[in-house]
């Protein structure tokens, strides 16, 4: 089979490693791909939201199979475009790809069919959002209603930062168009859980639980990034909690989403906060997340191309997919200075990092040489019998990479593990 990846960072990396497993991928390309991944596919300079040169190279190149992986192609209907050329994909169309795409959508659809999740209010006017503030109290969560690079979201400690926080987002745009109407919804307290689930519409299977850690900063402080690293499982999603999710959670979105004539056929994220009352939906993503994928797909021990190919033909039910038992860490080696002003062009050397997987996320390639082209650079990922092995192996493995500038939390997991001993 040729395959096609559509994307070009460490997520992508890590799902075009999984499908190497699989004796039917014969080739795989990355669009664009990075310089990292240029190990494992050949990358094709074609950025992710080129629709038209994407339709265009699959039909050329007689593409098997594309996988769409990141959030705007997605939103931006490149499933369509290519289902339309005779292309068949892993992702969703662009009219389901909305649960992502429109914020204000996948609380509405939530409120409609009765899915847990903090309370709220949409607006597309700034006056109008402003009153409503003055009868809130803070903490108070003001989202931009689109697409922002996962930055769409501020948390107002105080009524002075949720005005000011409006005021940029509506007046000032600084999220572009996304902030046309925002979101204004109760802070919700408790752990956070990401759950990556494969659905073909109608068979909804969760994978392996993971924790991100968004902060640039050890002990959760500094700004948000793009995840700093993750570990799998998340010792908080307990069995009781598995149950409720899936029962009042995860079945109801895709019956939801088949209701409104927006079959969600793909990897569908649930960004999940355990409350005192119950899990609740903070966010929900029409992709795999990143770095959620360094941690869960390295424990999945069924084939991912076949079970893609599954959701793809609507015969999830009869496909067996299956996890390892065990425990993975990622932590991700960053630019020093992201996700603000850093500087790139360092060379990287990471071949020494042990019986690590490397997914290489801001590199391209300069001669022989890798050399840092982004914020995140890579993220290291090791797989164990139990999160402080994994932990400790992780660790181990990101001090072998070399690059100038490299930054890296030295925390990642502590949570999980502190989580792990209260048990």
Not at 49 to 65: L, N, P
Request: aromatic letters at 8%; proline letters at 4%.
């Amino acid at each position: 089979m040729r395959i096609m990846v559509v994307g070009g960072g460490g997520r992508e990396h890590a799902v075009i490693k999984k499908l190497k497993e699989n004796k039917k991928a014969e080739k795989i390309y990355a669009l664009p791909g990075n310089g990292g991944i240029a190990f494992d596919a050949e990358c094709v300079d074609i950025g992710a939201k080129e629709i038209e040169k994407i339709k265009d190279f699959a039909v050329r190149e007689r593409i098997d199979y594309a996988v769409v992986t990141p959030d705007d192609p997605l939103v931006m209907g490149a499933v369509d475009e290519l289902e339309k050329a005779g292309i068949k994909c892993f992702g969703p169309r662009k009219n389901a790809a909305i649960i992502e795409g429109s914020k204000v959508f996948a609380k509405n659809l939530m409120e409609k069919y009765g899915i847990p999740t903090a309370k709220y209010r949409t607006f597309d006017n700034e006056k109008a959002a402003l009153e409503y503030l003055s009868g809130e109290k803070a903490p108070i969560v003001i989202k931009a209603d689109g697409l922002a690079l996962g930055k769409g979201v501020i948390i107002a400690e105080t009524a002075e930062e949720a005005r000011d926080a409006v005021k940029s987002i509506m007046r000032d745009k600084i999220f572009g168009e996304s902030g046309n109407k925002v979101v204004i919804e109760e802070y919700l307290s408790g752990p956070e859980v990401s759950v990556l689930a494969f659905t073909d519409g109608k068979t909804i299977v969760p994978m392996v639980s993971s924790m991100d850690h968004k902060r640039a900063c050890d002990g959760d402080t500094g700004l948000n990034t793009g995840g700093m690293g993750t570990v799998a499982p998340n010792p908080y999603y307990t069995e009781e909690v598995a149950k409720r999710c899936e029962e009042e959670i995860f079945i109801p979105t895709i019956r939801a989403m088949e209701n409104e004539g927006r079959k969600f056929k793909g990897c569908l994220y649930f960004g999940l906060m355990i409350t005192a009352d119950g899990p609740k939906v903070i966010e929900y993503n029409c992709r795999f997340g990143d770095p959620e994928t360094q941690v869960v797909l390295p424990l999945l021990k069924s084939d991912l191309l076949d079970t893609m190919i599954a959701v793809t033909e609507e015969r999830l039910e009869e496909t067996k997919v299956e996890f390892y038992d065990g425990a993975a860490c990622c932590v991700v080696a960053a630019s020093e200075g992201y996700p603000q002003k850093y500087e790139t062009g360092f060379t990287v050397k990471a071949d020494r990092a042990g019986d690590c997987e490397i997914y290489y996320a801001g590199v391209k390639k300069s001669g022989n040489e890798l050399k840092t082209s982004g914020g995140r650079v890579l993220g290291v990922t090791a797989v164990a019998k139990s999160t402080e092995e994994a932990v400790k192996k992780a660790y181990k493995g990101i001090e072998k990479v070399e690059f100038a500038n490299k930054y890296y939390r030295k925390d990642i997991g502590k949570k999980a593990l502190e989580a792990e001993e209260n048990r």
